[in-house]
């Protein structure tokens, strides 16, 4: 091993391994080729018959550093293969996400398309509507004038006219809710004497259960009578918003008489009650006022 390390000044003897058989020695270098392997050459005599090293040694060396060198470059290459396989993937890549950028972009572009063409038919739908509605109130203005020429009314009479109707509505408004709430309250009584009715029914029958205790019988009988004071109470409440209703419903066509007038236009104030019993759905009919 010294004669190596004289010989061979960048002798490593953790590369060389060394044997010997039958008196003689050989050598072996590791495999390269297998860095991650305990792997070795084919074992070669170290000394010749003289004595003095082999130059085959040399050429094993040289081997050895070879095989470091190619495996150098095999590491480089694998390298380069691997950073090339990599740039083929991020291309694959960038082809999907263009790919995939220019779907968003077309459906992007679709989608503005469908809602200018939505826009503009929206507007001319209600371009038709506003010409509609202005061919109708040329034509309703010229009824309306067609209509005061027929009466000889003047403008200024005519919206004396609209002022009076519309606050003509706004009474009937209000007398029609008042009924409506008067005739809810009545429904109510009524309901609860139907009640209180049924109560007294059943309290009849344990009153004239024979077989009952005296006791329970004379408090079922004072139970009748304190609910037919209720009953009595609730009769008197119904009759008063009967009668107020009444009212109620004779101020309607007092009013249309102070409106229209005693002496002239019967038919208005007929057809005004007629179309007011209609709408109202009043349960007290005009012939019993």
Do not use: C
């Not at 002022?163 to 109510?188: D, F």
């Not at 205790?213 to 119904?238: F, G, N, S, Y």
């Amino acid at each position: 091993m010294q004669r190596l390390k004289d010989t061979y000044s960048n002798f490593n003897s953790d590369e060389v391994r060394l044997t010997e058989r039958g008196g003689r020695v050989f050598i072996s270098v590791q495999d390269l080729r297998f860095p991650d392997k305990n792997r070795w050459t084919k074992p070669q005599p170290l000394f010749d018959e003289d004595g003095e090293v082999r130059g085959d040694v040399a050429r094993l060396r040289g081997f050895q550093l070879a095989t470091r060198s190619d495996l150098e470059r095999l590491e480089t290459l694998n390298e380069r293969v691997a950073l090339e396989k990599r740039v083929e993937e991020l291309q694959v890549t960038l082809e999907e996400r263009e790919a995939d950028y220019m779907r968003q972009n077309q459906l992007l572009l679709d989608a503005q398309k469908r809602e200018v063409n939505d826009k503009n038919q929206r507007m001319i739908e209600m371009r038709e509507q506003k010409d509609n509605a202005l061919r109708d109130r040329d034509q309703a203005q010229k009824a309306f004038d067609l209509a005061l020429q027929d009466l000889d009314m003047s403008k200024e009479e005519a919206k004396n006219l609209h002022i009076t109707i519309a606050g003509s509505l706004e009474e009937r408004r209000q007398l029609v809710a008042e009924i409506n709430t008067k005739e809810e309250q009545i429904r109510q009584r009524d309901q609860a004497i139907e009640d209180l009715e049924g109560q007294i029914e059943r309290q009849q029958k344990v009153i004239n259960d024979q077989t009952r205790p005296e006791e329970e019988r004379e408090a079922a009988q004072k139970e009748v009578e304190t609910l037919q004071e209720r009953i009595a109470e609730l009769q008197a409440q119904k009759e008063n918003l009967e009668k107020e209703l009444g009212l109620t419903t004779k101020k309607k066509v007092k009013r249309a008489l102070l409106k229209y007038g005693y002496g002239r236009g019967r038919k208005e104030i007929r057809q005004w009650a007629d179309g007011l019993g209609k709408k109202d759905g009043s349960r007290l009919a005009w012939a019993a006022w």
